[in-house]
């Protein structure tokens, strides 16, 4: 690690640390540059970069912002805009739906700079990264379990961040997708009259998710079935604006959904 003892490389850091705050509460990049006293009288210095990039960023223009910021960082990787450049080529591919290279560009700089003013709104990014992948009930189930973690660590790191009642609010949504997920399996345990199975899986989603909003249905067709009172009608029905598969498509759910326990054991 690079140790720095000199008053100037301080005034830097205090500098983009100032920078890094504004820019986060949505003012105007060139304002913000000229507020600080930063102009850019070459086009191909890091300072000009930074304000060319910042300007495209600011009007939508994510590509053409990330090729700016990915040139101070491969041509100026030392400069006082590198720091910014980082986070800001993050913020440009998740804007480009990216989530996947954009997550990865959030966890380096969390590890890069693990003190720095911006790590708040980095890891409340992180979730949003995994959030934006939560797929439809019958598919993969990872994005909501990883963004329930990263949602978690920002709230327990954090809990008095601007972002935690948005975070909260993620979870939340998070885990009633996989209670429905759950409730989904269910479903076509029962329509296979795999009766026995489907009351496991019901059993561990009453215990994982109480207060999902699908629970109270739950609970009745729990006690339904161990009462012997089997379902007569199709149950799609219970899943309101979910798409199920048609029944030839299908395959068992519980072969490739994962729950949020076994996944949580293989990370």
Known sequence: MRSYGSKSYSCSKLLIAALLVVLLAGCSSKKTMNALGFTADHPDTPEALAMQGLDYYNHGKYEKALASFEAIMNRYPFSEYSMLAELKSADSNYYMENYEEALL???DFEEDHPTNEAIPYVLYQMG????????TIDRDTSGAI???????KLLRAYPDSP???DSK???QDARNFLADHEYYVVSFYVRTKAYSEAEGRLEYL?????EADVAPEAEKLLVALKAGSWPKRKMWGLLPGFTI???EQQQDPGETGQTESESSQQQ
């Open 163 to 165: 972002y935690s009642k």
């Open 128 to 135: 949003m990264c995994n959030h934006e992948q939560i797929d």
């Open 206 to 210: 009453l215990r994982q998710f109480p």
């Open 105 to 107: 560009l959030y966890k």
């Open 146 to 152: 990883k963004s329930i973690y990263a949602f978690t």
């Open 245 to 247: 598969p048609d029944e």
């Open 169 to 171: 609010e993620r979870i």
